[in-house]
């Protein structure tokens, strides 16, 4: 391609020692609460009574009667203090809601380290020789911005590019909060680490087994796909840090018996905007409701908008520290050759082929925006014989295939790789010469976060192409804020091998890429449904003949276009619809129980007076009859 034109703690861990030592301890201190709780407000009425005495001393004669009537006032009474105690639970719960609010609308500054130096951190030797035998020794500007208010266990929302070394930071306060508060195995799980993906996951438990290295708390990762039932077994064990995506760790916590989790104390959400963007707020919703609510929340993020900041105050508690360091500016990938190339839909691929054609001895990484599309393309090059060799990494292969097919690519000298953003989350790369974003990314932030990525390649001279429809061209403008500029490339037309014809009649003869082509057609139209750019992505701009050619098809294939935004927002919906039906019927159990109470106490009340009435009334009557009598007989 020729470049054409160029556009522009310890001190913490005192305090949460309290809050729980291990899971014995924890379950008697909330035992013994409970039993105050019920029980203070009745010790305090019955000596009211005995002070009082008023009954017993009326009516002396009546003891036994009223005796068991001051029993059965008790029993009453202790009905109404539980009536007392749910309403006062939710006025407490209301309150706490109100204030959380109010709150967490003031997030403050995080305190930073005075000294960079991981040697100079108030940390346990054993923390600080791993962080020696990983030859760490001066802190990034986000550890060293909010190790303070993690070691202090305040809840942190922080924003840092990929590979600024959060992972690093806040293990590093997991680590050492565990092992100050001796977390043993029967204390069950006082952390959890969820991330968006399995290699994600991997990547946290290997960087933790490095600094848990001279601990003995245990860890694990909990993972979608993985074997469920030994899974479940580790977590009868015993787990004191669990790395999870979220679905798995879900399905965990509603069947898993003997998963013990109320002495979490910590719960990380690593890459949020990935958990977003898998479509897993709703499961996080059900994992919040479940796990104990007094807990130091961590959130993590690439990147910041109002989606990410809205799920993450969910998480977090009121007056969380909040870190954004993301690249405003574009520093961390200046001195990256980049450009793109404009082409209509139905030459896409043919230029993409045509230019892989001509990477014989050359290494592509190629970006695409689903696992269905990597399939696809995958498979077609086969067919199409290409001279290099074919790599492919997507979210439907198993661990065991994409930990293989990426250890290839990195070890070979020539190939191309087709990936997804969301599988090369956390990853480096190896050294390549050419990052080709062949469908473009949702944003200027995600297309940094690729050439970062290009940016940290050990070769120097790797260029970053994206391909752009002439109707996404307004997506440049968007990199101006970033002073990111991109040179134009052209790839001349008679370069351009002329495959479409051969493309064409895969479709009619190979069943097998014809429904591959189908999947790939239908989730590239899906993926440009959801784009939130609207101005950049307009679906219904875009020409489906030519788009559908791209995928061998003459006429475009009928498809359904699930909007899995909108699904979203309708399981967000149903939740809270859910939690307000819930909390409605939570609050007229309540009010049928005081009626009930009420109701009880009135007539069990009355009952008590007539009859009373009724034995004083007889007596009256007794004593009259004996005075008549005695009266007579003194006559
Ligand atoms: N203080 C440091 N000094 C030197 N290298 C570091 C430091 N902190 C982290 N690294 C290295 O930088 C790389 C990225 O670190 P880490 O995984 O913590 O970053 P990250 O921000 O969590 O990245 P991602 O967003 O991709 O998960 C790792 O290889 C790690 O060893």
Redesign the pocket.
């Known amino acids: 391609m020729a470049s054409k034109s160029s556009t522009n703690n310890k001190a913490a861990s005192k305090s949460l020692a309290s809050n729980s030592r291990s899971s014995s301890a924890k379950a008697t201190k909330v035992n013994s609460k409970h039993v105050i709780k019920k029980s203070e407000p009745k010790v305090k009425n019955l000596s009211k009574r005995v002070k009082g005495g008023h009954l017993v001393k009326n009516i002396a004669q009546d003891f036994v009667d009223v005796s068991d009537m001051l029993e059965e006032e008790d029993d009453e009474e202790q009905e109404e203090e539980k009536v007392e105690d749910a309403q006062e639970d939710i006025r407490d719960e209301d309150q706490e809601d109100e204030e959380d609010v109010k709150m967490k609308d003031s997030e403050s500054p995080a305190e930073e380290t005075e000294s960079s130096i991981f040697a100079d951190l108030n940390i346990s030797p054993s923390t600080k020789s791993a962080l020696a035998q990983?030859e760490?020794s001066?802190?990034?500007e986000?550890?060293a911005k909010i190790l303070p208010s993690l070691l202090s266990g305040r809840d942190v929302f922080a924003v840092?590019?990929?590979?600024?070394?959060?992972?690093?930071?806040y293990l590093l306060s997991v680590v050492e909060k565990l092992s100050t508060l001796n977390f043993q195995n029967g204390d069950g799980t006082g952390t959890i680490i969820l991330a968006p993906t399995r290699e994600?996951a991997h990547?946290i438990q290997s960087?933790l087994s490095e600094l848990a290295a001279n601990h003995a708390q245990s860890f694990a990762v909990i993972l979608e796909g993985s074997n469920l039932r030994s899974e479940a077994e580790k977590l009868q064990k015993g787990v004191n840090i669990v790395i999870a995506t979220p679905d798995r760790l879900l399905q965990h916590l509603k069947t898993t018996e003997g998963f013990v989790y109320n002495n979490l104390n910590t719960l990380i959400i690593?890459?949020i905007d990935l958990i977003i963007d898998n479509r897993f707020e709703p499961i996080i919703q059900e994992i919040l409701d479940i796990l104990p609510a007094k807990r130091q929340g961590i959130v993590?993020a690439?990147s910041n908008n109002k989606e990410i900041k809205s799920l993450a105050q969910v998480v977090l508690r009121a007056k969380y520290a909040r870190v954004d360091i993301s690249s405003r500016d574009n520093s961390a990938i200046e001195g990256v050759e980049q450009g793109y190339v404009v082409c209509e839909s139905d030459k896409r691929f043919l230029v993409l082929n045509s230019f892989l054609k001509k990477s014989v001895g050359r290494k592509v990484v190629v970006f695409l925006s689903s696992c269905n599309m990597v399939t696809f393309y995958g498979e077609l090059l086969s067919y199409l014989e290409h001279p290099v060799p074919v790599f492919e990494l997507n979210g439907n292969q198993t661990q065991q295939e994409r930990t293989i097919a990426f250890a290839e690519f990195c070890a070979t000298n020539v190939g191309v790789l087709f990936t997804t953003d969301v599988v090369m989350?956390?990853i480096?790369l190896p050294s390549v010469d050419f990052v080709l974003q062949f469908d473009p990314p949702t944003n200027a932030k995600d297309y940094i976060q690729r050439v970062i990525k290009v940016s940290k390649n050990e070769n120097q001279d790797c260029k970053s192409v994206m391909f752009l429809l002439p109707s996404e061209v307004r997506f440049l403008e968007y990199f101006k804020q970033y002073n990111i500029s991109l040179d134009q490339y052209d790839f001349a037309s008679n370069r351009v091998s002329n495959v479409q014809s051969q493309l064409e009649k895969y479709m009619v003869t190979v069943y097998h890429l014809n429904q591959s082509s189908k999947n790939a057609y239908r989730s590239y139209l899906q993926s440009y449904a959801n784009q939130s750019l609207k101005q950049v992505y307009n679906i219904s701009k875009l020409d489906l003949v030519k788009v559908a050619k791209a995928f061998g098809f003459t006429v475009p294939p009928k498809i359904n276009i699930d909007f899995s935004t909108k699904k979203v927002k309708q399981a967000l919906k149903e939740i809270l619809l859910k939690k307000q039906e819930e909390s409605d019927a939570k609050k007229a159990i309540v009010e049928k129980l005081q009626n009930k109470a009420k109701s009880a106490i009135t007539r069990r009340r009355e009952e008590k007076l007539q009859a009373i009435v009724a034995e004083k009334l007889a007596n009256k009557k007794a004593n009259k009859r004996v005075g008549k009598r005695v009266g007579k007989a003194r006559k």
């Not at 840092?160 to 930071?169: E, L, N, Q, S, V």
């Open positions: 990983m760490l001066i802190m990034t986000i550890q840092a590019d990929a590979g600024a070394g959060k992972t690093i930071a994600s990547q960087i690593d890459q993590i690439t989350r956390g480096e």
